[in-house]
């Protein structure tokens, strides 16, 4: 991709990704990668941010015989996730209108 992502469009895509259903980090990263291409490292410190804030939260399960974090979106969570979905409604529908040229002033 050519667009790099900031820090609340990481955040967002997490969530969202969380929000439709628990998740673990590999996981996470590969429906990510769908939007940017950065590497799975990159996602670990948005997850332990988020989960520092409270917007997620963790449990273990067993897979295959090892032990596999998982990913639970909190209700503080789901509130900040719909606060940027509109957020990004918003900035989408202003970049849309620059680039098929209806942003005449």
């Known amino acids: 991709m050519t667009f790099t992502l900031n820090t609340p469009m990481f ?4 969530l969202s990704v969380i929000a439709d259903g628990d998740a673990y980090g590999y996981q996470i ?4 990668k769908k939007a940017a291409n950065t590497k799975d490292s990159t996602l670990y410190p948005i997850l332990k941010r988020l989960q520092d804030n409270q917007y997620v939260k963790t449990y273990d399960q067993q897979y295959q015989g090892r032990n596999r974090k998982y990913y639970t979106i909190t209700d503080t969570g789901k509130s900040h996730q719909k606060e940027l979905l509109k957020e990004w409604e918003v900035y989408k529908s202003t970049i849309d209108e620059i680039v098929k040229g209806g942003a005449s002033q």
């Open 29 to 32: 990263s590969q429906i990510i």
């Open 11 to 14: 955040d967002f895509l997490v």
